[in-house]
């Protein structure tokens, strides 16, 4: 089964994964274990999904580790901080790095800023899951379908705002894309977090926010924001009666993703710890249902698959990131 939630990882090497040879149990020797508590960096602030993924997955692995698993969130400038802080950790295995989706676009739009290679300085381990954006409006917004919200944004261009966690958050990312590709014009609010976002569009002063359904999942349920579309490639398991984006723009797909990366330099044996460590957590049923009531799904990749997927993201990102003309202030 596809499991799809996504547990938060850096970048990882294609090239260190490619260096990792196949090789039959009894060359792999002896398991490698932690000799101390190992630390998943969250390069965000707590609340944010990466922070949710994180902590869930962060309890279940612990056992399997045999040592206690720490989150520590250090966020910052759209994540570039918390993932220089694990780039710069020594490959042992005790420092971790919770990715997602900007991972594959921080590079484009803080160029100047990125002080580690995507590809060279980090080590894929697995991928956890993945979920989409949401598309909410504040529910003093007569539009109830994205049709009547294109309808409403054609009309009067400029007109509509639409609030994100900052220049080069996901949500900004994902209604940009929207904004593309319905060809409409839609004015950008920035605020310092997702939560600020939130809570200015369910008071009404700013009208949009399409930010990973797992965060906007309990003021959907409480009435306080109102769901148009998943963006999705397929309907929402949690919310099977709302349609995706794709059905009204086609061909629209914007998913968050979480993933585990390990600073580069880490050896195969502990890869394959890690690796199999995650893979046995995220294929637990319970695990998936908790994913699942979230609206994210569990999404297991290995660590090489794992690299050539954050490859193919960073190219599509990229991509949306200069047709937006998003630039970092």
Known sequence: MVIKFLKPVAVGLVAAILAFPLVSAAQQGAAWKPTKPVRVIVPFP????????????????????????????????????????????????????????AFAYNPSIYKAQVRFDPEKSFTPIALIGTGPSALTVSPKMPAKSTKELIDMAKAKPGSMTYATAGIGSFQHLSTELFRLQAGISLIHVPFKGGGPAMVDVIAGNT??????????????????????????????????????????VPGYEANNWWGILAPAGLSPAIVRTLEAAVKKV???????????????????????????????????WSKVVSDAGIKAE
């Open 46 to 101: 707590p609340g944010g999904s990466n922070d949710i993924v994180g902590r869930i997955v962060a309890n279940d692995i612990s056992p399997l580790l045999g040592q206690q698993v720490v989150i520590d969130n250090r966020g910052g400038a759209g994540g570039i901080i918390g993932t220089e802080i694990a780039a710069n950790s020594l490959p042992d295995g005790h420092t971790l790095l919770i990715a997602s989706v």
């Open 282 to 316: 995220v294929e637990v049923p319970e695990m998936q249902k908790k994913f699942e009531s979230q609206g994210a799904e569990v999404a297991y990749m290995n660590a090489a698959t794992y690299g050539k997927f954050i490859k193919a993201e960073t190219t599509k």
């Open 207 to 248: 009208l949009i926010t399409m930010g990973s359904l797992l965060q906007l999942v309990p003021h959907v349920q409480g009435n306080r924001l109102r769901l148009l579309a998943v963006g999705s490639a397929k309907r929402n398991i949690a919310f099977p009666n709302t349609p995706t984006v794709a059905e009204t």
